[in-house]
């Protein structure tokens, strides 16, 4: 199974900050990774696919880069509405499987 | 609009069974690659399985924690996705989501729904 490491497990930001969040593969995942977005008690959002392809929808201050094993997901200005739990995924092999998360909180 | 609810959800003893049900409106059920992921209290997300399409035999895979007791399966002339659960463990408690598989494959999951809740205590 292909092993996936997010980091940080949580930050504190501002608004307005950049913030970036990384995630490590176990080995190569030809590009399939994606990005989620989930608030308490709501259904996790799709953000980015194929690495950096922006969910249709998702505002422009999301991105996404890498390749091989390594992975970004880059909010250019944190917005209040940013607040939440991001996950990466791996959908390339099974079983599919997803980083453990990074909580962004208020500093 | 697109849209995914789950149904089914419900308190059961170890060792027992469940069906939860996912309904899907707003888009061609039948074209899309299907997934249950799970998301026990506290901890994050984890694939439990995939259906594939018609076209691709309805196959399935499962993850490891769930093969050979849970089945997927769908009614594509009624738009649901059904997950059967059986010798359940406490475990498997968790807020279970279906969600839709997006883009061209591999298949990313675009589409999510809000999950139901099942608790697996004595």
């Known amino acids: 199974d292909i092993q996936m490491t997010q980091s940080p497990s949580s930050l504190s930001a501002s608004v307005g900050d950049r913030v970036t969040i990384t995630c490590r593969a176990s080995q190569g995942i030809g590009g399939w990774l994606a990005w989620y977005q989930q608030k308490p008690e709501r259904a996790p959002k799709s953000l980015i696919y194929a690495t950096s392809n922006l969910q249709s929808g998702v505002p422009s201050r999301f991105s996404g880069s890498g390749s091989g094993t390594d992975f970004t997901l880059t909010i250019s200005s944190l917005q209040p509405e940013d607040f939440a739990t991001y996950y990466c995924?791996?959908?390339?092999?099974?079983?599919?499987?997803f980083g453990g998360g990074t909580k962004v909180e208020t500093k | 609009e697109v849209q995914l609810v789950e149904s089914g959800g419900d308190l059961v003893q170890p060792g027992g069974s469940l069906r939860l049900s996912c309904a899907a409106s707003g888009f061609t059920f039948s074209d899309h690659y299907m997934d249950w992921v799970r998301q026990a209290p506290g901890k994050g997300l984890e694939w439990v399985g995939r259906t594939r399409n018609k076209p691709n035999g309805y196959t399935t895979e499962y993850a490891a924690s769930v093969k050979g007791r849970f089945t997927i399966s769908r009614d594509d002339s009624k738009n649901a996705l059904y997950l059967q659960m059986n010798s359940l463990k406490t475990d498997d408690t968790a807020v279970y989501h279906c969600a839709r598989g997006g883009g061209s494959s591999p298949y990313y999951m675009d589409v999510w729904g809000k999950g139901t809740t099942v608790t697996v205590s004595s």
């Open positions: 995924q791996q959908y390339g092999s099974y079983p599919l499987t």
